[in-house]
C-alpha cells in the first residue's frame, strides 16, 4: 500500500550500493546528446501538436502538421485570439505568398506586442519553469515514492502524474493500486484519465517516455502546465463556488425565518381575529347560572387560552428583531411583513384585543348583577303578588251581593259600618298595588326574561284593583241608601272593626317585612338592616297592648251581650277579622322575628367574611404592585447602563428574567385569592387600589420588557462579533449614547442624535445628516435607538460582501460568459443550492444567449434588493 507522507527524499541504490552522479553534469550531457537526436525532435513535434489542438478545439478545429498547418498564418492567428481571448487583425485570405507572410507577421507582431521573446531562455521563463517545478514538489509532497526535482526522469515512473490527479481529484485515481516498478500502466493511467474527466489531451505516448533515458523537458513542462491550468481553474471555480454557497445560504436562513413569522403573525392574527368576536359578544342570558358559566369560559380563555399568545407575540417581536439585524449584518434589505402582518399591525390587534377582553370582564359582571337584582325583584313580585291576590279573593263576590236588601235597620247599619271597614282596608292595600306595579316596571326596564307573565299578571291585579274601587263605590252608595232607613248599629263593634282592620294591616305588613329578600354588599349595609329590625323589636310592646286592647273590645261585647241577655248573631257584623285570626297573625308574628334574626346574622358572618377575603387579596396585592414598578424601573435602568462585557451584562440579565420567572408563585396566588372574590360575588375593596387585571397587565409587559432587553443585548452580540467591533469600542458607543441619552429612555430625537454623530467624530451637511437618517430611522418615527445607533457605526466602519463580489464569483463558474447554463450550476454548488439559483434566475435574453441561458447578475443584485427576483 503507498504511504502518502513517508520521505521521498530516498537514494536510489543498485546492487547494493549507492550511486551519486551530479545532475547539473547528468543535464548538460543530455542536452548535447538531444540536440543531434531525431526522436527528441519528433516528440517535440507531438507534443506542440497536441497543446495547439487543445486550445483549437475550442475554435472547432485543429492542425494535423505544424509546418504545413501554420504556414498561411490563419491558424496561426486563430490559436493567439484563443489563448489571449483578443481580437487580431483581419488576416488576409489571399494564396500567395506574401499573403501568408503578412499574416505569419501579424502573428508575430501580435506576440511581440505582449512582451513575450521568441529567442533564447530569459529570466521569466526561468522564473515561470521554477514556479511550476515548486507546484508541482508542493501537490506531490505527501506521496511515497514521488520526488519532483526536474521535468524529465522525475516523471518516467508516471507516479508523479497520477500524484497531481490524485491530489485534486481523489476519485478518479486508486492511487493504492499503482506500482513503481509498472511506469507504463501509471502513465497511461495518467494520461486517460487526464483527457477524460479533466479535458487535457493526451500530448505524449508512454512508450515514448519510458523508452527515453532522459524524455523530453519541454515536453514534459507542456504537459504538466496543462495540468496546472486544469487545477487552478477548478480552485478558482470551488471559491467562486463557496462565496456563492455563503451568500445563498444566509438568503436562504433569512427566507426561512420570514417564512416562520409570516406563519407565526399569521397564526396570531387569526387567533385574535377569532377571539375578538367572542369577547364582543353582549347577548344576555337568561339565568344566573347561565351567566354564571360564561364567567368561567372568560376565567378559562384568561388562565388557559390567551398565556401562550402573549409569548407568541413576544416571541413574534423578538424574532422580527433579530431576523432584522441579521439582514443589516448580511447588507440585505430590511425585511417588511405582507400587508396586516407589520409588528405594528399586530401590537394594534392586541390592543384591540385587550380593549374587547376589558369591556366584556365588565359587561359579565355588570350583568349577574343585573340578573341578580332582577331574580330579587322577581320573588319580590310573585310574594307580594301572592298576597295581593291572597286578599281580594272573593272580594268582587263580596262586593257584588245584595245582603242589604233583605236585612234590618241594624243589620243595615252594620253592613254599612263593614263596607267602611272594607275601604279602610282597600286604601291600606293601595300602596301593595303600587308596589307591585313598580317592580313590573323596574323588571321591565331590566329587560327581565319573563316579563311576559309579570306583565300579564300586574294587567290582571290592576284590573281586578280598578274593578274592586269601582264594586266598593258602587255598594257604598247602596248601603248609605239604604241606611237612611236604619239606624241601630253596634259600637262596639264598629270600634273594634276600626281598630282591627290597620292592627290587622300592621301585621300583615310586619309579617311581610319579615318576610322580606334583601341583598347587601358590605358591612355597613347588613347593619343598617340590624339596626332597622332593633328599632322594628322595640315597637312590639306597644303593638301588643294594642292587640290585648283589640280583644279587650270583643270581650266586651260579649260581656255587654251576656248581661243584658243579647243573643248574637254570630261574627262582628263590621270585619271578618276575628279575634282568633288577630291572635294566630300575632303568634305568626312572634315566630318570624327570631327567624329574622338569624337571617340577619347569617348575612353578617358572610359579609365579614367578604370582608375577610379582601383585606387578604389587598395586602398581597400592595406588595406585588410596587414590586412590579420597582422591577420595571430597575429594567430601565440597567438597559441604558453598560456594566462588563456584553456576555456579562447578558448572563446577569438572564439572571435577573429568572429571578422574575422565580416570582410568579405570587402572582398565581393572587389570581386564586380573586377567583375567591369573584366567586363571592365582591365588586368592590377599598383596601388596595390594585385590581387583578391592573397586576396583570403589569406581569405582562414586565415579562414582555425583559425578554426585549435580553435581545436587545443579543443583538448588539450579533453586531459585536458580525463586524469585528471590540469591546471598548461598544462602551464607547454606549458611554456616548447614554450622554446624549437625556430621559434615559434608551433612544433620543434627531437633535440629539446630529450631536452624538458630531461627538463621534462625522462632519456631517444637512444631505449627509438626512442620508444617515434614512439608515438608522427608515420608518420616518424621529427617534433613533441604541441598536440602530450601533448598527450604523458598525456599517460605516467594517466591510462585506456585495452584488459585484457575488456577480464576479459567478462569472469565475460561467467562464467569463455573462450567462450561465444550469449544468454549469450544479456541476459547481452543491445540488440544493443550485436547484435555489436555477429556481429563481431570470432566462438569459443576450444577443450571445445559447438555449437554457440564465441571467446571474439580475438574480445577484437581486439578492442585495437592488432589484426583484
Partial sequence: MVDYHASNNQAYSSGGQSVYMDPREQENDWDRDLLLDPAWEKQQRKTFTAWCNSHLRKAGTQIENIEEDFRDGLKLMLLLEVISGERLPKPERGKMRVHKINNVNKALDFIASKGVKLVSIGAEETSAKEGLLLWCQRKTAPYKNVNVQNFHISWKDGLAFNALIHRHRPELIDYDK??????????????????????????????????????????????????????????????????????LAVNQENEHLMEDYEKLASDLLEWIRRTIPWLENRAPEKTMAEMQQKLEDFRDYRRVHKPPKVQEKCQLEINFNTLQTKLRLSNRPAFMPSEGRMVSDINGSWHNLEGAEKGYEEWLLNEIRRLERLDHLAEKFRQKATIHESWTDGKEAMLTQKDYETASLSEVKALLRKHEAFESDLAAHQDRVEQIAAIAQELNELDYYDSPSVNARCQKICEQWDALGSLTQSRRESLERTEKQLESIDELYLEYAKRAAPFNNWMEGAMEDLQDMFIVHNIDEIQGLITAHEQFKSTLPEANKEREAIQAIQAEVQKIAQYNGIKLSGSNPYTTITPKSID??????????????????????KQQSNDHLRRKFASQANIVGPWIQTKMEEIGRISIEMNGTLEDQLVNLREYEQSIIEYKPNIDQLEGDHQLIQEALIFDNKYTSYTMEHLRVGWEQLLTTIARTINEIENQILTRDAKGISQEQLHEYRTSFNHFDKKRTGQMDTDNYRALLVATGNSLG??????????????????????????????????????????????????????????????????????????????YTGPDAVPGALDYMSFSTALYGESDL
Avoid at 327567624?595 to 347569617?602: G, M, P, V, W
Fill in 584 to 605: 294566630s297573625k300575632w303568634d305568626k308574628v312572634e315566630q318570624l322575628v327570631p327567624k329574622r334574626d338569624q337571617a340577619l346574622q347569617e348575612e353578617l358572618a
Fill in 766 to 843: 444637512d444631505a449627509e445628516f438626512n442620508r444617515i437618517m434614512g439608515i438608522v430611522d427608515p420608518n420616518n418615527s424621529g427617534a433613533v435607538t441604541f441598536q440602530a445607533f450601533i448598527d450604523f457605526m458598525s456599517r460605516e466602519t467594517t466591510d462585506t460582501d456585495t452584488a459585484d463580489q457575488v456577480i464576479a464569483s459567478f462569472k469565475i463558474l460561467a467562464a467569463d460568459k455573462n450567462f450561465i447554463t444550469p449544468e454549469e450550476l450544479r456541476r459547481e454548488l452543491p445540488p440544493d443550492q443550485a436547484e435555489y439559483c436555477i429556481a429563481r434566475m431570470a432566462p
Fill in 178 to 247: 499503482l506500482r513503481k516498478d509498472d511506469p507504463l500502466t501509471n502513465l497511461n493511467n495518467a494520461f486517460e484519465v487526464a483527457e477524460k474527466y479533466l479535458d487535457i489531451p493526451k500530448m505524449m505516448d508512454a512508450e515514448d517516455i519510458v523508452g527515453t533515458l532522459r524524455p523530453d523537458e519541454k515536453a514534459i513542462m507542456t504537459y504538466v502546465s496543462c495540468f496546472y491550468h486544469a487545477f487552478s481553474g477548478a480552485q478558482k471555480a470551488e471559491t467562486a463556488a463557496n462565496r456563492i454557497c455563503k451568500v
